[in-house]
């Protein structure tokens, strides 16, 4: 089987809603989260044996803020594990990037679902802070500290 027919079934028996584009071999999903609403796209490499998925939100970052956010999400990445924020400097996209090498493997329901979840919840967790960047001057130090505080 397929990259692309696991990677549909698995989808379609999880009874989540997406589009997908066989000839290109991309999936298209929403993901509702608790801060934002996320769109995910899921490339499917059949000749490299791989699935990378970019999870955007809507909102493009102002020029004027596009350094601090920089800032904001290199000092992210450096905590991540698995994935990592990118952002076009010349359009302020902001997205989150999830690659799962699948070399002579069939990938399991769990591996397939956290690289879909991975991008949504990193992104839910740190998206508090790019608001506080965009919108009131926190610095980048800042809006990483209300992202990282424990609930009490």
């Given at each position: 089987m397929t990259l692309f027919q696991i990677l549909y079934?698995?989808?379609?028996?999880?009874?989540?809603?997406?589009?997908?584009?066989?000839k290109n071999e991309?999936?298209?999903?929403?993901?509702?989260?608790?801060?934002?609403?996320?769109?995910?796209?899921?490339?499917?490499?059949?000749?490299?044996?791989?699935?990378?998925?970019n999870t955007h939100i809507n909102q493009k970052i102002p020029f004027l803020k596009r350094i601090e956010i920089c800032n904001f999400i290199n000092r992210v990445n450096y905590e991540l594990?698995?994935?990592?924020?990118?952002?076009d400097m010349d359009d302020g996209e902001i997205r989150f990037r999830t690659f799962?090498?699948?070399?002579?493997?069939?990938?399991?329901?769990?591996?397939?679902?956290?690289?879909?979840?991975?991008?949504?919840?990193?992104?839910?967790?740190?998206?508090?802070?790019i608001v506080k960047i965009v919108f009131e001057e926190f610095s980048a130090e800042e809006a990483m500290a209300i992202c990282t505080q424990e609930d009490d």
């Open positions: 079934e698995t989808l379609s028996e999880n009874g989540w809603e997406f589009d997908h584009d066989k991309i999936f298209r999903l929403e993901i509702r989260g608790v801060n934002a609403d996320f769109h995910c796209f899921i490339i499917v490499d059949e000749e490299q044996e791989s699935l990378l998925c594990a698995n994935g990592n924020f990118e952002m799962l090498d699948l070399e002579n493997t069939e990938p399991s329901q769990e591996q397939l679902m956290n690289l879909i979840w991975n991008g949504s919840q990193s992104f839910d967790t740190y998206y508090p802070g």
